[in-house]
């Protein structure tokens, strides 16, 4: 038996996105503040860039736009 996979208990990165996979909109629940969001594809390019409300713990994004892939938040 082969199981693969990620505990997802054992690592709080302190948010969570939805759906996974991804969709045309995707929602953000943070546990921090923060100003803005940035997303990255696998080669470093900047996708979009996100201006966060104060105080804001959720976040919707419009993802209409963007190709299906591998991506990365900071």
């Known amino acids: ?3 693969t996979g990620v505990d997802e ?3 709080d990165a302190g948010f969570v ?4 996979p991804l969709n045309d909109l995707a929602e953000i629940r943070m546990n921090f503040d923060a ?4 997303i990255y594809d ?3 390019k900047l996708l979009r860039d996100f201006a966060i409300q104060k105080g804001a ?3 919707l994004l419009d993802l209409k736009d963007h190709q299906p892939g ?3 938040f900071r």
Do not use: E
């Open 1 to 3: 038996i082969l199981v």
């Open 42 to 44: 696998t080669n470093g």
């Open 35 to 38: 100003t803005r969001l940035v």
């Open 70 to 72: 591998v991506c990365f």
């Open 57 to 59: 713990k959720t976040v």
């Open 17 to 20: 996105v939805y759906p996974n």
């Open 9 to 11: 208990t054992s690592h």
